[in-house]
């Protein structure tokens, strides 16, 4: 099995900043994608950000400019810089990890965090 670890998420003011990470744990073999989803009170869970295992990166349009998704492969850890917060970024963050157990690329399944709560008001 695979253990998430989420970061506390916390009150940030309008403007303000906060990171977030995720680090994975368990019966790893490799890791493939890793990224963000979010999900505010009565919206269906969206996704944010994405990297791959080869690095590259995606974003959802309402943060793109402002958010920021790395890994660190030696420590199985996915981060998300949040910049410029808005109210309207209120939401639970949960992160995911794309893990394969074994060599096989069939064995690769996805992992969920428990979820952050991330509260962006002044």
């Known amino acids: 099995q695979v253990q998430l670890v989420e970061s506390e998420g916390g009150l940030v003011q309008p403007g303000g900043s906060l990171g977030l990470s995720c680090a994975a744990s368990g019966s790893i073999f490799r890791i493939n994608a890793m990224g963000w989803y979010r999900q505010a009170p009565e919206n269906e869970r969206e996704s944010v950000a994405h990297?791959?295992?080869?690095?590259?990166?995606s974003y959802a349009d309402s943060v793109k400019g402002r958010f920021a998704v790395s890994r660190d492969n030696g420590k199985n850890t996915v981060y998300l810089q949040m910049n410029s917060l808005k109210p309207e970024d209120t939401a639970v963050y949960y992160c995911?990890?794309?893990?394969?157990?074994?060599?096989?690329?069939?064995?690769?399944?996805?992992?969920w965090g428990k979820g952050t709560l991330v509260t962006v008001s002044s």
């Open positions: 990297i791959t295992g080869a690095g590259s990166t």
């Open positions: 995911y990890v794309v893990v394969q157990t074994t060599t096989a690329v069939s064995s690769a399944k996805t992992y």
